[in-house]
């Protein structure tokens, strides 16, 4: 009987290795997928992918600075990092396009004596822009967003807004899209989001 206990032990083992190795499996592959990059937020190649325009609002300020990052110093929250690519329908890079970001601060109150939390940038020769600012506070009345305004070059201008998935505020935003979600994720010093825009051209 004795003999017995270290084969019954020994294979008790065995069988606990194989019932936990799809665990492992599954842990490394949330390891690995966190590692990867964000995914597009929308495609393109016809019409019917162009991002929708949605309303300015009332707290639009032209001639923003040019600059990537909207940090500064006084800016509390949350930092978020904002990238993507302009496209056309036809899936090309859109290089040079304008980005002006502009939203409210983690108190959802916007400047609009000054251009705190508003900047625009232009896309590289590879449509790529890259925003470096916080996750905005509430507004009364609206759900969590940024405002932005995008044109190619010599091109009608389509100014949208653009969203957080799962805010609870979300269902009741009269304004809300479900097509301007950003594709959001945690990152070691705040959040990231990506988002691709693709416009008639």
């Given at each position: 009987m004795d003999k017995d206990k270290p084969t019954k032990r020994t294979r008790r083992e065995i069988l606990q290795t194989f019932l936990?190795?799809?665990?492992?499996?599954?842990?490394?592959?949330?390891?690995?997928?966190?590692?990867?990059?964000?995914?597009?937020?929308?495609?393109?190649?016809?019409?019917?992918?162009?991002?929708?325009?949605?309303?300015?609002?009332?707290y639009y300020t032209p001639n923003s600075p040019q600059r990537a990052s909207l940090l500064e110093s006084g800016i509390t929250g949350t930092k978020i990092v904002v990238t993507g690519v302009v496209l056309s329908t036809s899936c090309q890079p859109v290089a040079r396009a304008l980005v002006d970001f502009w939203h409210c601060d983690d108190n959802g109150v916007y400047d609009n004596a000054g251009y705190k939390l508003r900047g625009h940038q232009f896309t590289d020769d590879s449509g790529r822009y890259s925003l470096e600012t916080i996750v905005p506070g509430l507004y009364p009345g609206r759900t969590r967003h940024f405002h932005v305004k995008v044109q190619a070059p010599n091109k009608p201008i389509l100014t949208t807004q653009l969203y957080f998935p799962g805010e609870p505020s979300n269902n009741s935003d009269g304004i809300f899209s479900s097509k301007l979600l950003m594709n959001v994720q945690d990152a070691s010093d705040g959040k990231a989001a990506k988002f691709d825009f693709v416009l008639n051209v």
């Amino acid at each position: 009987m004795d003999k017995d206990k270290p084969t019954k032990r020994t294979r008790r083992e065995i069988l606990q290795t194989f019932l936990a190795l799809p665990i492992t499996l599954w842990i490394t592959m949330c390891r690995d997928k966190s590692t990867e990059m964000l995914e597009a937020t929308q495609p393109c190649g016809d019409d019917d992918d162009i991002t929708p325009a949605q309303t300015e609002g009332p707290y639009y300020t032209p001639n923003s600075p040019q600059r990537a990052s909207l940090l500064e110093s006084g800016i509390t929250g949350t930092k978020i990092v904002v990238t993507g690519v302009v496209l056309s329908t036809s899936c090309q890079p859109v290089a040079r396009a304008l980005v002006d970001f502009w939203h409210c601060d983690d108190n959802g109150v916007y400047d609009n004596a000054g251009y705190k939390l508003r900047g625009h940038q232009f896309t590289d020769d590879s449509g790529r822009y890259s925003l470096e600012t916080i996750v905005p506070g509430l507004y009364p009345g609206r759900t969590r967003h940024f405002h932005v305004k995008v044109q190619a070059p010599n091109k009608p201008i389509l100014t949208t807004q653009l969203y957080f998935p799962g805010e609870p505020s979300n269902n009741s935003d009269g304004i809300f899209s479900s097509k301007l979600l950003m594709n959001v994720q945690d990152a070691s010093d705040g959040k990231a989001a990506k988002f691709d825009f693709v416009l008639n051209v």
